[in-house]
């Protein structure tokens, strides 16, 4: 697929997206929603890319939000689509079965916010801004947000977050956890690849796994998600990668994992 609003490129076993509207700060188009579809599709195809990483152009944002000249055409069945295309992107994203690792370079707002949240772990530069103003549009976020962000740093921190419509800062979104890590601009994407190396080192399956393990187990109750856990973790005893990692540590020699 030629991509129009995006970035993609893969070096290393890493996958790299990149929206790419530095003139309207990376507002997720209905084409771009597409694009970024398409690529992360394309990336969990891909057997030889391991992790991805994903960014916005330009030194003012990730993404600032979505389309508005878009948003004021939906009427009540358009939007409801609408929503829906956007959260099964997300969906993609999230349930990839490789890790994604969000490069949030400036303002993450509204649908720019909720793309982050799908993403397996977020790194903010000590400029960025994060929110969900939807609210001050009349809206509600459409792109999951009501639903993630609560869940990563609890009922109360989203509610105001979502309710009073207002920014806060990288220090601050570290600190309610919605962000894992804080750098310098320029430590950025070097941080994500080296978080990205550590990944790939480790078996495949078992990190498919893992991931996993976690996102879905997390909307079970906990004896349900043990469950899941322990069946999983029986399907990894049964890989060549699990008779490779554990014969390689007795051995004491780096492992050689095939991804099987």
Known sequence: MTYENILVEKRNSIGYVTVNRPKVLNALSLATMEELGAAFQEIKDDPVIRVAILTGSGEKAFVAGADIGELAKQDPVSGKKFS????AVLDLIENLGKPVIACIN?????????????CTMRLASDNAKLGQPEVKLGILPGYGGTQRLPRLVGKGLAMQMI??????TAQEARRIGLVNEVTPPAELIPHAEAIAAKIIANAPLAVQYAMEAVNKGMEMPLAEGQFLEASLFGLCCATEDKNEGTTAFLEKRPAQFKGK
């Open 84 to 87: 829906h295309r956007g959260q």
């Open 106 to 118: 400036g303002f993450a707002l509204g649908g720019g916010c909720e793309l982050a949240l799908a």
């Open 163 to 168: 309710l009073a419509g207002e920014m806060i």
